[in-house]
């Protein structure tokens, strides 16, 4: 369960009131938009942690107890709140109850982070590992496979399973500016995913990252294959092989998703600088 599905199961319960990032200024521990729930027995989210979340948790429980308060107060993050950072916040306050679950899309729309398209070929032991890792991130993710029955049941929250014979078929229909990580169960497959990639990449260029899992040796065999089929430097520097941020040495699944999941985090970084 998400934070957003704990939110609305709550409010059909008891009321909560809702802090949210509504601006910042300066260094600050959340970026705007971040939130907390905040009930009288517990709390979903967190708007960063520290003495300014402590004090936006009282002045929260405080509005459900029914004081009143402005529904937009601004914390100065310095020595009055025993916080270094030095930036300002800005928390808006609102009060939600059972009509707000009546209207949960508009609650999940209004509060859900946008979310990035992730295709994830491969349902090997790595694929597992990283639709996991990926599940909580700002990512939508499509996992694809050839093969029947190699998807859990469930898969992880949010997460879509897609089958494709030939595996390579469904990169033509990925959503713009989806971010592609290819691992699956054969070489031969990997090098036609790739190869489709790049083919789409030449003809509409937008596929922000394109990540094959290997070794240097296997990009090198793949480089050398690739430009058979008439794909030219230039292209084939697209392509990320190693993927996962370097310095991380393990090989186990768990380890190679947490370095890739990292990789993509910093891709959107690149990508926001960038913009």
Same mark, same amino acid.
């Not at 599905?5 to 909560?16: I, N, S, T």
């Not at 990925?174 to 169960?185: A, K």
């Not at 990320?240 to 993509?264: H, R, S, W």
């Given at each position: 369960m998400t934070d957003l599905?704990?939110?609305?199961?709550?409010?059909? &319960?008891?009321?909560?009131c809702l802090v949210r990032v509504d601006a910042t200024q300066g260094s600050v521990p959340r970026e705007a938009g971040a939130w907390m729930a905040v009930f009288a027995e517990y709390i979903i989210g967190t708007i960063g942690g520290g003495h300014l979340e402590h004090q936006a948790i009282a002045e929260a429980r405080r509005r459900l107890a029914g004081e009143p308060g402005e529904p937009r107060l601004r914390y100065p993050l310095g020595p009055a709140l025993g916080q270094c950072c030095g930036g300002v916040v800005h928390l808006a306050y609102e009060r939600l109850g059972v009509a707000d679950a009546a209207a949960a899309g508009a609650l999940r729309a209004r509060l859900a982070p946008p979310l990035h398209p992730v295709a994830l070929f491969g349902g090997g032991h790595v694929g597992h590992a990283l639709a996991q890792a990926l599940a909580p991130l700002p990512f939508a993710l499509t996992w694809i496979d050839s093969r029947d029955g190699i998807f859990p049941a469930p898969p992880p929250a949010g997460v879509v399973c897609e089958h494709s014979e030939p595996v390579q078929q469904a990169v033509p229909a *990925?959503?713009? #500016?989806? &971010?592609? *990580? %290819?691992?699956?169960?054969s070489h031969a497959e990997d090098l036609d995913v790739v190869a489709a990639c790049l083919r789409r990449q030449r003809e509409r260029g937008d596929l922000p990252f394109i990540g094959l899992i290997g070794s240097k040796t296997k990009w090198a065999t793949f480089s050398h294959r690739l430009a058979e089929r008439g794909f030219t430097p230039a292209e084939l !520097?697209?392509?990320?092989?190693?993927?996962?941020?370097?310095? %991380?040495? #393990?090989?186990?699944? !768990?380890?190679?998703?947490? !370095?890739?999941?990292? /990789? *993509? *985090? /910093?891709?959107l970084e690149t990508a926001g600088a960038q913009s």
């Open positions: 599905d704990a939110l609305v199961a709550g409010v059909v &319960r008891a009321p909560a *990925l959503v713009p #500016g989806t &971010r592609v *990580l %290819i691992m699956s169960f !520097a697209g392509v990320t092989c190693p993927i996962g941020v370097p310095g %991380i040495t #393990g090989k186990e699944p !768990a380890v190679i998703a947490v !370095a890739v999941a990292a /990789q *993509l *985090l /910093q891709s």
